[in-house]
């Protein structure tokens, strides 16, 4: 047994050696590993002009409304429309007819049977509009004078931009606006005049805006937005609100600026105006060769290596 110990200690010897050996292999294979690469998309500077906005709220009105009245004392032969109904210029609204002018249409129709007097009087409508309420129903008798409808002219629909007084000074910049109604759509107005009055709580005062096209079917006390301009700046450099990351108070603004094919590093920024999912960036000075980076840069450290996807 004595004999065998010594080629015992060389085959322990041996493999201890091995192991060891292979160790140091796998180590050495591990790091010459790559580290890896965050995937990325970028973007470019863009050089043009900006808008400083804010969103205001406007609510449509009609500003001319008109009192239907009875010409005579009669009674209300017909009543020909409805609330809420479209009319047109001229088109018949009521019919009234008095006892004195039945009785005057049958001695005249009895000595000319070509007469066909009937006595009625028509009351028609003076423009376009919609009927907004009836006060009298067939068969009331009503007098001369009498309100049997208001009607609302379709010419006079409006929106009425509710501006905070301390904004007027900025109105010169804003001859021509667009409306975004609650379905979306785009109309372009343009300002007309300011009612005299400001509201006494609110401190705000009522813009008229006078739409370009026809309001079509746009109802009364339809709240839109729109776009008001406070200052216009030309030659800024923007960026996508995207590229532009923060700290948690937002104190600290930075980008992540590509120096080469595979490098992003973290340049901090100083920003001005933002409109429309873009951010003015005033410095530094930025080229519209630059990459930046717009998606994948958030939580990467100051230098990271990057792989920029198309």
Known sequence: MRNNIPAIVAVLFAAFIFYSCKGKSTSGEGGGERKSVTPVTVTHPVVGVMQEEIELNAVSAFLQKNMVKAT??????????????????????????????????????????????????KIIANHNGFINNITHQTGDYVQEGDILAEVSDAGSLVFLMQLPYELNTYLSKNHGLDLELPDGRILKGTLSSAMPTVDPVSQTQSIVIRINSR?????????????????????????????????????????MKMTDKETAVKVPIKTGLESLGMIEILSPMLSPDDLILETGNYGLPDTAKVVIQK
């Open 72 to 121: 005579t004392n009669s009674y209300l032969k017909s009543v020909d429309v409805l609330p809420g109904q479209k009319v047109t210029k001229g088109q018949v609204l009521f019919v009234l007819k008095g006892k004195e002018a039945e009785n005057l249409g049958s001695v005249i129709n009895d000595l000319d049977t070509t007469a066909h007097f009937t006595g009625e009087v």
């Open 215 to 255: 309001g079509g079917d746009i109802p009364e006390n339809l709240i839109v937005k729109v776009r008001f301009v406070k200052s216009v700046k030309n030659g800024t450099v923007s960026l996508p609100k995207a590229a532009v990351l923060s700290d948690e108070t937002q104190e600290h603004l930075w980008i």
